[in-house]
């Protein structure tokens, strides 16, 4: 569920823009949103972003960055 809440957020939302999700069956939830989209020199767009999770009760932040592969799935370098 988070894996395709990230791939939603990365292809489709705007900056700041945050794709929510959950999980039913362990209660474990969370956000990606993407905070900079650019273009690198081999034409490949990539997109920092900032996950927030909740897992039993806590709450994680992560950043990171995920790139778009030739096949459209965006891929996480970082």
């Known amino acids: 569920m988070a894996s395709e809440a990230a791939q939603r957020a990365f292809e489709q939302n705007n900056t700041g823009q945050s794709s929510v ?3 039913p069956d362990t209660g ?12 690198i020199a081999n034409g490949q767009y990539c997109r920092e972003y900032k996950q927030s999770i ?3 009760g806590e709450q994680h ?4 960055t995920a790139c778009r592969q030739p096949d459209g799935t965006w891929q996480i370098q970082s």
């Open 54 to 56: 909740v897992v039993g």
């Open 28 to 39: 474990n939830s969370g956000t990606v949103t993407p905070t900079r989209t650019y273009q």
């Open 21 to 23: 999700w959950q999980n």
């Open 61 to 64: 932040q992560a950043y990171g």
